[in-house]
């Protein structure tokens, strides 16, 4: 089996996708590509068919250092398995293993070709060719076997047995994109969607998982719908999650297993925990019930024991005295006893004296009858036989066989002498034969009777054959073995013989001697038995009296027992009988929770499976809509659900809070479902909350510190996981390294009975202790689904309660350390006490539970309780005292909350400025430093009251000063406005709906009321007001105002209605904000000046008028581990300053090292870094965002400053243009500077002069002879500076192309000023305006009309008149001019009184040009604001849209039909000499053509890729994209005529200049043309000029046009001629039809409608002198276009000559041109 097994649930949708898979695998070459988010599926159904078709499956390992060449590899075994071996082969990838681009790239040769090109070197290939050759031959004998032949073969066998399937994610971009680049991932795929499981997937797969579960059915199935209920609530929560706040979060069916794992799990362990904490408590009531219960019985068992205990002494007494009695008479009887026992042992004494000396003596024939026995028994039958077969025996034989007979008594037989004496002799051998015959002859010789030999036997056997000397076993032996036995055997009975009779004797005296002392013994046992009797009768009677003594001694016990059991009880019940209303309320809140417990569990499960990620009021709002669910299901769950109070344990959350976590609710229910989770937490965590809770609580377990930046951070992961020691894995990025997917999944396995787990490619022991955490930095990032599935992602954003409560501890801790160190001090304490009160509890209630039998015998238990009781007293005692201080501090903190809530209301207007710009990063250390800072800082004072509004007062402007150093002067009223409108709402002074109308202007439908005042109101403006009338503040509001509409009128048309009151009675009723509202929706361009107003009001006049930028104390601010960042804008080169600022502090030369990122600077940077370091240098490393790459290193880098490592002098500043690439930890730390050219008249004045040279005394007083000419001019040159600066806000009015003017210019030009009025007598003016005018600003200069701009400004200024004149004006007002003669002090404070905001006058503007600023101004703010309210409005996908865009495309293809006919144009206009209109003609329709046809075969497409006819590619989602926010798709404006309209417009202008050309044709040249219709209005001029110069026969190049404006706005003749153009609109000026010249515009109108205007074409030199303005003509109102050859920009059509009654200049200083179309 598989390491990791799988668990199936089988469902309808797993079947399809599962068949679907296996039909692909059948199929030889089937390839196929899975797309849906990870965890739906795809990897494992794709493991499941494989196994089903008994394939093969690969899937590469991804480790670190996992690269082309590894992958390669892979590719290579993966071809020869399939192609050589012929194994089918499934070769899964999913997108998450696509390291690199290029993999894929090899994957679409492996599906489009079956091989991957240049995979084998040349000797693999040949490797490869020789093994296929037999293989071939297998298959055709015949076939051709070249290399290519072969080769091929090979590939077609890779073809069919290789299965490619790639699961993907369709979530990003990345899947669209790779589609693009590798067709083949649709072409040679078969395509299987994993769509979200469908209902009845979710409901078996929660029956499957749950059918184990303990519950009733009922319950069960209802638990089965709220699993699906929240499956799909959160999918919708998701969307709305990504639409409100920009955040993206995925549910996916693995979030869903998740929820049903969690609920078994926590279900299971939550049962157990609370059944067996109720049955402590059960248990405890119990014994304490069973203990008062006993009191009564014990009482009267007592008196009942007393009577028995007397009768019993008494009989004791009795008893004592029969005992006395007869021991007496068992004393004499034992004495008479022991005499008779004296005599009997003096006659047993003899009797074994003769007993032993009989055996002595037989002591010595026993061993000789013994070998004799022995010698018998080694005698065997064929030995005797041998004897008796012997006809001759030898004597030897003969003599023993003799004494052989003669012991038996067998009488010899009288035979012949052999030796032939004629004698009989007596002879023994006969018999012996016989003897030996006998059968049991041996049997008879051992069991000779050797006690009672007869005499004569034995004297014959002595006289006749011991005392032979032949008669010797040793002897015999020689004739026979047998023989030598029996003489042994004759020989011992000789000598047993002998002894036997010295034995008899005293054998006799021995029986005698027995016989007497049996007799003794007889008399002795009987009178023993009568002392027995005697005796017993005496231990009876002692039995019975010990008995007796003991039950007495027992009453006694029971006696003293029961008083005892009433003293213990009295103790337990005195002791614990207050616990006992407590552990009632306890068991009976514990058996609620139990009750509760499905649903709470299955809430909890929920929060923890899919909420982690969401902010913490989409938190509330969904778990409050699963709580009704259960409720409605009749799940019973706790009405106010809390996951901390489900299955957070309070002991622990308060070691958590002391570690670092926040105490608010939501921070705390992070805690809890890191706790609970069974994935490894993800937690995005901007302010390092989390970073600093783990770090602290895990302190104590050696936690080890990574990042995925370090280079070793996989060894001490693997060390940590071999040890059980925590890893904290920081800072991660939105994508973590592939190797760790093993242990984000947990894949361990048992092996070798220990479980491992694989990393890459080494397998290590996995600990059961280990604990793994991650966070990131980033603020919003965007997790794909194929991570989220891997770890339980948390938002850990600080939340503005757990803020309040830091900032409290801080300010508290400053101000009154005494009562922060008492109040840390106590909370140590009081969870000290808290935690011993619950070991104490848990004591007792074990010691209750574990006590056998009756408690109140348990002495030890009883001692146990007593003394826990006594301490759980004495405790509760230091803990109520100690509540009591800590209340008291409480109090006296809580003066300090507003301090507190304010700066939280601060920090959380600062957290959304990352919306705006991504370098408006500003961390929570940042801000709590900051506000340690001023508490330190501000004015102190006795009074809490004055102290708070110090330090409220001090810390707001101090975090204001130090953010508007840091953020551009666009944002800084931004900002101001943000603190102020968050101010005021936190103190509910601002209703938030109110806010965002202010901001919006609502969100309504049609509109059915009509307009009562459209003559001078806008719709727009009339569909605000109406929506507004729907607020509370605003009843009546639309009522009132049509009917007075005059009033409002006035209003209206005021100047500054800012400053103006509203007509009654809404002046009095509506607050200053509700004004602004009212303001917003009349006069939209007036409310960023009221918005200053209202910060001055709120805040106060310094919140609107930022500080200077000053380096010094940014400077001051920094130190050796805090990198200073200057935030570049355009105009702005810090360098120079940085340089003197060096210089100032002695750091040039050596010790200032500079470098410019770039391609492979950044190596270099990091050694200057290295060195200065070391050497406490200054390093300047410029241009950052140009290195995006090196920035992880550089994040590196300042990371790893540390105070101790760092000389205290190094400095390291950078520099870059604002980049989401910047490293966040750098920009949240880092003090950031913004220096940008300073915005207003009076900030440009002043930063130049407090700018170096200028500020320099020297340099001031560098003309002592011309002092006074050289202030003045220095003055002008300054003022000039500032006015070509501010120019810009103007848009195209100002300047057509907005150049970077910077300091430089001003440096070299003041320079040069001094330089020529001290080598000059005469003023050079014509010297110093072309250096200033054409060079040093005019250098940057591109366009001509803006060159012409540039050079009538400073004619304002270098002039005589400004020495001349002690108040020469700068203008008409007034308010600007020259100040006479003065110090440098006194010109500082003289620009210090200049106003704060200039009028369009100063730069002889007209007034109007405010209009179309403030209205961008307004714009520009609103949305800035609305970022930053939570998130910006998710990114537009096209799902749900597009059905809008196929209506939209569908109603512009109706409108633009076709296309024109040139051919028929060509015919009815061919190309004459007299008439080059027709040309023109043709040639734009041409034009027209190019445009209509890109127009509608664009919308085709997106119509067939809509319905996925075609590939949707970039270019038409971007027409799409386009389409549905009503802009011109980039695809048309390439081969379009420039517009800047709306699509809605554009469409509408387009087919009117498709009708104009379309009457021409129908009907001939027109009489007035429509210059705008033109599509390249060059050619129509040129055109014009042509027919001139043809019918008078003059060289088109003498010739050019004259101009007159007719007061006609039609006209039915065409001119002799010329032609009448129309259609043209005048921009900064206005055409006076009465007096035929130019005039300053009507207040409001920013365009005029020119009259039809008579072009002529005349000879140059025919041209009259008259007073006229050469206006530029421009195609849009954008003015700039690309420099052309003629130097002139594209957008430029032709300068007109108007007639004027002012001097040109005051013209030219308007901005004035002629416009050919409007934006709108």
Known sequence: THKNRMNLVIFRYMLEHLSKISRVLKQPGGNALLVGVGGSGRQSLTRLAAHMADYELFQPEISKNYGKQEWREDLKKLLKSAGLQGKHTVFLLADTQIKEESFLEDVDGLLNAGEVANLYPIDEKAEILEAMRPIAQAENKNADFTPLALFNFFVNRCRENLHVILAMSPIGDAFRNRLRKFPSLINCCTIDWFQAWPEDALEMVAQKFLEDVEMKDDERSAVVVICKHFHESTRHTAEKYLAQLGRHTYVTPTSYLELISSFKSLLAKKREEIMKMKKRYVTGLDKLAFAASQVAEMQKELEELQPKLKEASVENERMMKIIEKESVEVEAQSKVVKEDEAVANEQAEKAKALKQECESDLAEAIPALEAAEQALNTLKPADISLVKAMKNPPNGVKLVMSAICVMRDIKPEKINDPAGSGKKILDYWGPSKKLLGDMNFLKDLKEYDRDNIPVHIIKKIREEFISQEDFDPNKVRNASSAAEGLCRWVKAMEVYDRVAKVVAPKKASLKEAEQTLAATMQVLNAKRAELKEVEDRLATLKTQFKEMTEKKEQLEQQVDLCAKKLVRAEKLIGGLGGEKDRWTLAAESLQKAYDNLIGDVMISSG????????????????????????ESLKVSCSRDFSLSKTLGDPVKIREWNIAGLPTDSFSIDNGVIVDNTGRWPLMIDPQGQANKWIKNSEKPNNLQVIKLTDSDYMRTLENCIQFGNPVLLENVGEELDPTLEPLLLKQTFKQGGVYCIKLGDNTIEYSSDFRFYITTKLRNPHYLPELQVKVALLNFMITPEGLEDQLLGIVVAKERPD?????????????????????????????????????????????????????????????????????????????????????????????????????????????????????????????????????????????????????????????????????????????????????????????????????????????????????????????????????????????????????????????????????????????????????????????????????????????????????????????????????????SGEKFNAISLGQGQGPIAAKLIQTALKDGAWVVLQNCHLAVSWMP??????????????????????????????????????????????????????????????????????????????????????????????????????????????????????????????????????????????????????????????????????????????????????????????????????????????????????????????????????????????????????????????????????????IFDLEAASKKYPVTYEESMNTVLVQEMERFNRLISVIRSSLQNLQKAIRGLVVMNAELEDVAHNLLIGKVPSMWAKRSYPSLKPLGSYIADLLERLRFLQDWMDSGKPTVFWISGFYFTQAFLTGAMQNYARKYTIPIDLLTFDFEVLPLDNSDTAPDDGVYVRGLFLDGARWDRDTGVLAEQHPKALFDPVPIIWLTPIKRDDVKEEQVYVCPLYKTSERKGTLSTTGHSTNFVLAFKLKTAKPQKHWILRGVALLCQLDD
């Open 607 to 630: 929060v923890i499976a899919y909420l982690g990620a969401f902010t913490s009021a989409f938190r509330s709002e969904v778990t409050l809509d699963w709580n009704r669910k259960c």
């Open 819 to 1147: 009562l922060e160190e008492e109040k840390s001090a106590l909370i140590l304490q009081s969870a000290a006490n808290k935690r011993q009160l619950k070991e104490i509890e848990d004591k007792i209630l074990e010691t209750l539970s574990a006590s056998e039998g009756n408690i109140l015998e348990d002495e030890s238990a009883i001692q146990i309780l007593d003394s826990s009781k006594i301490l759980s007293n004495e405790i509760s005692q230091k803990q109520k005292i100690a509540e009591e201080t800590e209340q008291k501090i409480d109090q006296s903190r809580a003066g300090y909350r507003p301090v507190a809530s304010h700066g939280s209301v601060l920090f959380f207007s600062i957290t959304d400025l990352p919306n705006i710009d991504p370098m408006y990063q500003y961390s929570l250390a940042w801000f709590v430093n900051l506000f340690v800072i001023s508490i330190n800082e501000s004015t102190k004072s006795k009074s809490l009251e004055k102290r708070l509004r110090y330090l409220t007062e001090h810390f707001t402007y101090n975090l204001y000063c130090n953010i508007c150093r840091s953020i551009f002067a666009k944002d800084k009223l931004l900002f101001s406005f943000l603190l102020c409108s968050n101010l005021l709402q936190a103190k509910k002074k601002l209703q938030r709906d109110e806010f965002m109308f202010f901001l919006t202007g609502g969100v309504g439908l049609q509109n059915k009321l009509a307009n009562p005042a459209s003559g001078w109101l806008s719709d727009k403006s009339w569909d605000e007001l109406c929506r507004m009338s729907n607020l509370a503040a605003f009843k009546g509001f639309k009522e009132d105002f049509q009917t007075h509409t005059e009033k409002w009128k006035l209003y209206y048309n005021d100047r500054e209605p800012n400053k103006a009151p509203l007509p009654k009675p809404w002046n009095e009723k509506l607050t200053d904000f509700q004004k602004m509202i009212v303001l917003r929706c009349i006069r939209f361009d007036k409310v960023v000046p009221q918005v200053v107003e209202f910060v001055k009001t709120h805040l106060g006049e310094k919140f609107v008028d930022p500080p200077p930028f000053d380096l010094s104390k940014s400077f001051n601010d920094s130190n050796c581990c805090i990198p200073l960042i200057f935030v570049l804008s355009p105009g702005a080169d810090p360098m120079a300053g940085l340089l003197k600022f060096a210089d100032d502090k002695g750091f």
């Open 1193 to 1458: 290193s550089l994040e590196k880098i300042c990371d790893d400053f540390k105070p101790d490592a760092v000389h205290s002098d190094f400095r390291l500043w950078l520099t870059s243009y604002p980049s989401d690439k910047f490293p966040v930890t750098v920009l949240q730390n880092g003090v950031k500077m913004t220096n940008e050219p300073p915005t207003g008249l009076r900030q440009n004045l002043m930063q130049s002069y407090l700018a170096d040279p200028i500020s320099d005394p020297e340099f001031f007083a560098g003309c002592p002879d011309k002092a006074n000419v050289w202030e003045k001019l220095l003055f002008g040159l300054c003022f000039f500076h500032a006015l070509v600066q501010e120019r810009r806000s103007f848009g195209p009015l100002g300047w057509n192309i907005p150049y970077g003017f910077n300091e430089s210019d001003l440096r070299i030009s003041v320079r040069q000023l001094q330089m020529y009025l001290n080598e000059y007598e005469e003023i050079p003016f014509d010297a110093i305006t072309y250096m200033t005018g054409q060079c040093n600003y005019g250098g940057r200069v591109t366009d001509d009309w803006d060159r012409r701009t540039l050079v009538n400004i400073l004619s304002n200024f270098y002039n005589k008149e400004i020495i001349d004149d002690p108040k020469y004006k700068f203008s008409s007002s007034g308010t600007y001019f020259a100040p006479p003669k003065a110090s440098y002090e006194e010109y500082l404070d003289f620009i210090k009184e200049l106003p704060m905001s200039q009028k369009p006058e100063v730069f002889g503007m007209h007034e109007n040009v405010d209009i179309s600023r403030e209205l961008k101004e307004t714009k520009d703010l609103f949305d800035s604001v609305l970022v930053t309210q939570s998130g910006t409005s998710g990114g537009s996908g096209l799902s749900g849209s597009e059905e809008k865009v196929k209506e939209i495309a569908t109603d512009i293809l109706g409108k633009i039909t076709g």
